[in-house]
């Protein structure tokens, strides 16, 4: 249905960290919290995939701070949940095929 799978590790975490709104810094934290700090994402890397999960419509622009330095704050769309729930059934399967080579 929605390609575009398997999602990198950046896209699943940005995903997931937009549950609920979320600022550009507040997702960096949240991900790096999330993960023990094992994926830490820039600049860069989290704005350049906003702007992909915006345009795919993954995410929306919640709000937007014009006094605050233009914070804006992100939340996943239903479209967005679908594909991030695709990507959770697809892992699953990897873990279960791999769990029985231990058999």
Do not use: C, H
Not at 68 to 97: A, C, D, H, M, P
């Amino acid at each position: 249905m929605y390609t575009n799978t398997p999602l990198t590790e950046a896209l699943f975490y940005i995903l997931l960290a937009t549950r609920t709104p979320n600022y550009g810094y507040g997702i960096i934290q949240d991900v790096s919290e999330m993960t023990s700090r094992s994926v830490v994402l820039g600049p860069g890397t989290l704005y350049g995939a906003i702007n992909s999960l915006l345009t795919k419509g993954w995410i929306t622009l919640y709000s937007e701070d014009k006094e605050s330095r233009k914070k804006k704050e992100y939340l996943i769309t239903n479209t967005g949940k679908e594909v991030f729930q695709n990507e959770v059934k697809r892992l699953n399967e990897l873990i279960k095929n791999a769990k029985k080579m231990d058999d």
